[in-house]
């Protein structure tokens, strides 16, 4: 397998081959990790200079002999990798260069989500300390935690995980009771239980959404802090799963949080909430998945209509990106991504366990990939609200 990625980020995902506008067949690459395999043909993608050159050294990164013995045992613990990429500023190629980055765009962070997918890089633990706390606080946070926090984030030092989740609150989040104290100069005593949370065994950082006030709407009283992991009052306890990757329990008794380390206003913080998911709506941790396992999908009919819709959805989710560099971030766009690429990497998975009858790690981890960042019918009713009245008009 080594030397397949070897191969692959060598000779085969490497910007302007076989494209006259530079572009890139991630496709290629793909298909050298199996001979015969199914997705062949890709759109090229139009990168500018910059995309190009970060694109080579994604390709430097993963084809390097020591890195790529670090990614044979990445599953079990992906930090030294990324520790690596932050060394290169390649975590978080977006953020301003003061707190690590370099000052790109969407664009480079899919390339580099895309890179990651395609080599075997673990993502959830980069996702959940750059793509979603990281961001949250880079949008919302104030300038000592965005100090405090980010530089390290980028570095490969600093991880977190995310408590939104609850045993009976599901993708509301909403209807959260975990819930704070005031004890003392705005700072907030907070207790509760959060559910599902991946890699919270590597955190330095939760990043906990909690109810701080009861009046007027569920919407109210919400807020959310950078909750440091190695308080004494915080328990985490595996839970048991079908999937490969565990999942968490985790208690908070007491836990005390400063107003320093709120993110968003106190009892304000619904819109940080509900748009935060939307930064690692990217589409590309489930295109990557969608890729792998078609590519060991036997040819058939059903086959090559995944394969169109593969390369619809890079296509959509490469131009989302796009225009968040033109013209911002849109929760209705990142819900419809988030959509198209989890639908197809499930259908993919069951398509694989229907040919060949395994109950591989593909199959277990099919049903949650339609949950987890929103749940299918959630994202459905976002899409359906952004669209404009004509367009219901239509259908009506």
Not at 73 to 85: G, K, N, Q, T, V
Not at 195 to 224: I, K, V
Not at 346 to 367: I, K, M, W
Request: hydrophobic share 40%; aromatic share 8%.
């Amino acid at each position: 397998m080594i030397q397949a990625r070897r191969f692959l980020f060598r000779d085969g995902f490497h910007p302007g081959e076989g494209t006259k506008s530079g572009g890139v067949n991630c496709a290629v690459a793909l298909a050298v990790c199996k001979a015969g395999g199914r997705v062949k043909n890709s759109i090229s993608l139009a990168l500018d200079d910059r995309q190009k050159s970060f694109l080579a050294e994604l390709c430097d990164f993963f084809g390097d002999s020591e890195n790529l013995e670090l990614l044979a045992r990445a599953d079990a613990d992906p930090r030294e990798l990324y520790r690596r990429m932050g060394d290169l500023r390649l975590l978080a190629p977006d953020w301003p260069e003061r707190y690590g980055g370099r000052g790109y765009g969407q664009v480079e962070v899919c390339l580099l989500l895309e890179a990651m997918g395609l080599a075997g890089c673990p993502d959830t633990l980069y996702v959940t300390s750059v793509q979603v706390a990281g961001n949250v606080v880079l949008h919302h946070g104030s300038d000592a935690l965005k100090e405090e926090f980010l530089p390290g984030a980028a570095a490969g030092e600093r991880f977190a995980s995310v408590l939104f989740s609850e045993f009976a609150t599901g993708s509301d989040l909403a209807a959260i009771s975990t819930h704070g104290a005031a004890f003392a100069r705005g700072d907030w005593l907070v207790s509760g239980t959060k559910a599902w949370s991946a890699r919270t065994p590597f955190a330095t950082d939760l990043l906990c959404a909690f109810r701080t006030g009861d009046e007027g709407s569920r919407y109210e009283g919400l807020s959310l802090a950078l909750v440091p992991a190695a308080d004494p009052g915080v328990q985490i306890t595996a839970l048991s799963t079908l999937g490969d990757e565990a999942f968490h329990e985790i208690r908070l008794d007491d836990v005390p949080v400063c107003a320093d380390r709120l993110v968003g206003p106190p009892g304000g913080a619904w819109p940080v909430l509900s748009g935060s998911i939307s930064f690692e709506r990217t589409g590309f941790d489930y295109l990557t998945r969608a890729a792998r396992w078609l590519n060991l999908c036997a040819d058939s009919a059903e086959a090559r209509c995944l394969e169109e819709r593969y390369q619809a959805a890079r296509f959509f989710a490469y131009r989302t990106a796009e225009r968040v560099d033109r013209n911002g971030r849109d929760d209705g766009e990142a819900a419809l991504v988030k959509l198209l690429c989890s639908e197809l990497a499930q259908d993919c998975a069951y398509l694989f366990a229907n040919q060949t009858g395994s109950l591989d790690s593909a199959v277990r981890e099919a049903p949650g990939l339609t949950i987890s960042a929103g749940a299918s019918e959630v994202l459905i009713d976002l899409v359906a609200s952004a669209l404009p009245d004509s367009a219901l008009s239509e259908v009506r």
